[in-house]
């Protein structure tokens, strides 16, 4: 992602060069330890445009079927869990070590070279939980080849309403989503930013737009220029002391 945003941080601010950003855009200056772009500095954002829920999955022997019996199990069987994440600096990665921080449980880390065999590994007992992209892991569910406890996000997931969200099935505050959005180089024009966001949001309350991204169990945002950037700070602000409590990098 690094090597696109670096060339539109220095595009020509005409309106006519966008960056499509996603969650990593507020992680990476923490992640890395030389970002050559500055989120704040260098863009102007346009709109948050989607969403995407993870849920947290459990290994069907695992005896657990709630946040608060998964939690007290870890809690009172400390390094017998292992956690599997789909590389090192990812946001289920990130996910669970913000997990572990706001539980206090002591779960170890096994990164896997994407999802695929992180949730082959996951079904065979390899490893026992993960957070996972809802695509990736709702099949698997559906079968009664996982359990699924939770979801990330801070509403209930229109794609999967029947699962509560981690903050009221027991750990207040949490929240960690895979978001996307735009954002133009810094000194766009404000006429230019608001048009972009007029029409792109516009497109996101078409009923085929929001039909097509449900059926990848995306759900569509579109936010003002000020919501999206008050997000992002938020975000690089949240991640960052995420990365520092862990000792995550990526480089």
């Known amino acids: 992602t690094m090597i696109a945003t670096q060339y539109v941080a220095k595009a020509p601010a005409d309106g006519y060069t966008i960056l499509f950003v996603t969650d990593s855009f507020a992680v990476n200056p923490s992640l890395y330890r030389n970002v050559p772009y500055d989120p704040a500095r260098d863009f102007t954002p346009v709109t948050a445009i989607a969403h995407l ?15 608060k019996s998964l ?5 009172a069987n400390p390094g017998k869990l292992n956690y599997a994440s789909t590389g090192n600096g990812t946001s289920n ?10 539980t206090g449980t002591a779960i170890t880390h096994v990164p896997y070279k994407g999802s695929a065999p992180a949730v082959t590994d996951l079904i065979a007992g390899q490893v026992q939980v993960m957070f996972d992209n809802t695509p990736n892991v709702l099949p698997q569910v559906k079968a009664g080849k996982l359990k699924a406890i939770a979801v990330t996000s801070a509403k209930r997931s ?3 309403p029947e699962l ?6 027991g750990l207040p505050g949490f929240e960690a989503i ?13 006429a230019i930013i608001k048009k972009l966001n007029a029409e792109v949001v516009k497109l996101l309350h078409m009923p085929d737009v929001k039909e097509r991204l449900l059926a990848t169990g995306t759900e569509a945002s579109g936010t003002t220029p000020e919501e999206f950037a008050a997000y992002i700070k938020s975000e690089t602000v949240k991640w960052a002391k995420v990365v520092k409590a862990s000792g995550a990098r990526a480089d």
């Open 71 to 75: 939690i007290a199990y870890a809690k």
């Open 178 to 190: 895979t978001w996307y959005g735009m954002a133009a180089p810094a000194g766009t024009p404000p």
């Open 93 to 102: 990665h990130l996910s669970f070590e913000l997990f572990k921080s706001m």
């Open 158 to 160: 229109v794609t999967t």
């Open 164 to 169: 509560p969200t981690i903050a009221e099935a």
């Open 53 to 67: 829920n993870q849920v947290l999955v459990v290994h069907s022997g695992v005896p657990a079927n709630d946040l």
